[in-house]
């Protein structure tokens, strides 16, 4: 995959204008341009006819560049399959390299993406993120899992 430049990360947090990529390029530009430019990392612009309307990051944990780390597309852009398409996209270049996997992490509250996921093949729970908080928390819901209840909820609200 191919190397992002710092040219293209800057253009690509320019694009999403969503509040916190607007944060994070006043907080973390230098950062996360760094992160996604350094090596097991690649980032891809999303066209549609012609129009950037998003990015996919890809990076490595391991020895492979196999985690879907981030897909962003213009909300006017959205439910029209582009984020779909990217994401073949990805999985496809992993296929040509020999993988077998591809990774992503998504939190329970973002039911839109899990049922993008599910529906483009990510089936398989690998790991779950657990947490103990004095703080509470607006609960949305609970999880069975083996048997045992797990609160769900948006993560960092108090």
């Known amino acids: 995959m191919k190397t992002p430049t710092r040219k293209l990360c800057w253009r690509i947090l320019q694009l ?8 994070l390029l ?9 992160e996604w430019t ?8 999303i066209f549609s006819n ?4 998003g990015f996919l990051h890809m990076g490595s944990r391991g020895d492979a560049c196999d985690w879907l780390e981030e897909v962003f597309v213009r909300e006017d852009f959205r439910r029209q399959g582009i984020g779909s398409t990217a994401i073949e996209a990805a999985w496809a270049m992993l296929r040509e390299k020999g993988l077998e996997t591809m990774y992503l992490e ?5 039911e839109g ?3 993008l996921y599910h529906r483009l093949g990510f089936t398989n ?8 908080s004095v703080k509470e928390k607006r609960q949305l819901g609970t999880q069975n ?3 045992l209840e797990f609160r769900t909820y948006r993560p960092n609200n108090g």
Do not use: D, F, K, M
Request: charged content about 20%; glycine content about 10%.
């Open 113 to 115: 993406a899990i049922r």
């Open 16 to 23: 999403s204008g969503a509040p916190i990529t607007r944060l």
């Open 145 to 147: 899992i083996g048997g």
């Open 125 to 132: 729970l690998n790991t779950l993120t657990l947490n103990r």
């Open 106 to 110: 998504v939190v329970p509250a973002n």
């Open 38 to 45: 350094s090596e097991g990392h690649a980032l891809y612009a």
């Open 26 to 34: 006043q907080l973390r530009r230098r950062a996360i341009i760094e």
């Open 50 to 53: 012609g129009l950037e309307v």
